[in-house]
């Protein structure tokens, strides 16, 4: 099978699907697609071992639509929604982050949540990575897990990133995680195993 995730991207309201993008995903996918909605604001997709699937994400891309890989690569950002609108909540940073690290292979599936204020309404303390635009700064956190019974909130690795400086941190920790990181070792593992201290050492370098 081939299998692929679709997104519509973010925007101030959130991740938003036009009725056009749906339609034109349906006629595209045909009857035989296999979709499932993840808890990650990305539509995973299954097509038959001989679709075209290029022609597909290309139809899929002409109507704005995202496309990303599915395994172990970092995922698009989850968001909040903006509420308090673009420029105030950091969409244009986010945007830029998420074009940086989107798709990059990793151990694991890694997943990167960004939110707008300290309400962290995207729930930012359960991802791999947590980032909180804090007034005119970002505090990331690291480590936290929503899964199995042995779920966990991530820990404040660096409060007070200036946005210049945020695409470096990130990549910093994806850089640690490629390679160090076991195959199928999930990141919040990772930093148990290397510890906080370890991974904080390792980021601060770039600021
Ligand atoms: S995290 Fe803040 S900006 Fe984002 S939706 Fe929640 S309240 Fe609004």
Not at 103 to 122: L, R
Not at 194 to 207: G, H, P, S, W
């Amino acid at each position: 099978m081939k299998l692929f995730a679709v997104t519509p991207g973010f925007e101030v309201g959130g991740s938003i699907f036009k009725p056009e993008q749906l339609s034109v995903l349906g006629n595209v996918l045909g009857d035989k697609a296999r979709i499932e909605l993840t808890n990650f604001q990305q539509l995973y997709v299954e097509l038959d071992e001989d679709s075209d699937v290029e022609m597909v994400k290309e139809k899929l891309k002409s109507v704005g639509l995202q496309i990303y890989p599915v395994g172990s690569y970092v995922k698009s950002l989850k968001t909040c929604s903006f509420c308090q609108g673009a420029e105030v909540e950091g969409l244009p940073t986010a945007l830029a982050l998420n074009d940086a690290v989107a798709g990059q292979e990793v151990p694991a599936p890694m997943h990167i949540a960004y939110t707008g204020c300290t309400n962290a309404c995207g729930e930012p303390l359960l991802q791999d990575i947590g980032i909180v635009k804090n007034k005119e700064v970002f505090d990331v956190y690291v480590g936290g897990n929503p899964k199995t019974l042995k779920a966990q909130v991530g820990e404040l690795l660096i409060a007070g990133v200036p946005e210049n400086k945020l695409n470096d941190v990130v990549q910093q920790l994806i850089n640690l995680y490629k390679e160090n990181g076991k195959k199928r070792e999930k990141f919040s593992k990772f930093v148990g195993r290397i510890t906080i201290d370890k991974v904080r050492e390792n980021a601060q370098i770039v600021l």
